[in-house]
């Protein structure tokens, strides 16, 4: 099976469409073709782990959206630090490579790199281990 994306300029979805090795008109092509298409938004999609939302590459319209080249910026070298947000932060990462541990989940951890818009919770304690130099813009609520 093939898979290829293919723009559809109607919806601004991505669909896959697939070919199998069966014969045409057969039964199982015909079957397997209804499966075929296998449709993903082209947006971005935002996830949420140990209370921390992450939205991978969001598109420069989102960015806009939320001002975020108007944020102050922030930066730090490599480093390892804890870390309390007495408000709630959403911040753009512009470089860099962090895992984020929070407090009360042992060694289960977040990672956020360039590229990334996340959300951290008012109130939630952390460790930020700094694998990459970061450069970010920020904006607390």
Same mark, same amino acid.
């Given at each position: 099976?093939?898979?290829?994306?293919?723009?559809?300029?109607?919806?601004?979805?991505?669909?896959?469409?697939?070919?199998?090795?069966?014969?045409?008109?057969?039964?199982?092509?015909? &079957? &397997?073709?209804?499966?075929?298409?296998?449709?993903?938004?082209?947006?971005?999609?935002?996830?949420? %782990?140990?209370?921390? %939302?992450? *939205?991978?590459?969001?598109?420069?319209?989102?960015?806009?959206?939320?001002?975020?080249?108007?944020?102050?910026?922030?930066?730090?070298?490599?480093?390892?630090?804890?870390?309390?947000?007495?408000?709630? *932060?959403?911040?753009?990462?512009?470089?860099?490579?962090?895992?984020?541990?929070?407090?009360?989940?042992? *060694?289960?951890?977040?990672?956020?790199?360039?590229? #990334?818009?996340?959300?951290?919770?008012?109130?939630?304690?952390?460790?930020?281990?700094?694998?990459?130099?970061? #450069?970010?813009?920020?904006?607390? *609520?």
């Amino acid at each position: 099976m093939v898979a290829t994306p293919v723009q559809l300029r109607t919806t601004g979805r991505l669909s896959f469409c697939c070919s199998f090795p069966s014969a045409p008109g057969t039964a199982t092509t015909t &079957r &397997r073709r209804r499966f075929a298409a296998v449709r993903a938004s082209a947006e971005t999609m935002a996830t949420e %782990k140990l209370g921390i %939302k992450v *939205e991978r590459n969001p598109p420069e319209s989102r960015l806009s959206e939320l001002g975020v080249r108007q944020w102050p910026k922030w930066g730090c070298e490599k480093s390892k630090f804890p870390w309390t947000y007495s408000a709630k *932060e959403t911040c753009y990462l512009l470089q860099g490579k962090v895992k984020v541990y929070p407090e009360g989940h042992g *060694e289960e951890f977040v990672e956020i790199a360039a590229g #990334d818009l996340v959300v951290f919770p008012k109130g939630m304690s952390c460790t930020w281990d700094v694998a990459e130099a970061v #450069d970010k813009h920020y904006n607390f *609520e």
